[in-house]
């Protein structure tokens, strides 16, 4: 069973929209900006603040694509 945080936290990313003062959900298509919702992504990201102690992010390329791996501290980092 998910936990109430869980909960909410799912529930505040499906209806960002309404936290943000819109009542309709962003409809995305082949007109949207993919840069502009990767800002979007990152301005909602920073407001969560630091990584915490323990986790390393090892930044790696993908097929041309920018990514970071998250590995905690203690875990096998092949997996």
Request: a positive charge; proline letters at 5%; one cysteine or more.
């Amino acid at each position: 069973m998910a936990s109430f945080k869980s909960k909410m936290f799912n529930f505040m990313l499906r209806n960002r929209h309404l936290l943000q003062g819109k009542l309709q959900k962003e409809v995305f298509d082949f007109n949207t900006s993919i840069a502009g919702f990767r800002e979007q992504c990152e301005k909602g990201a920073a407001r969560f603040g630091k990584i915490p102690e323990g986790i390393k992010v090892k930044a790696q390329r993908i097929e041309g694509i920018n990514a970071e791996w998250l590995i905690p501290q203690g875990s096998d980092p092949p997996k």
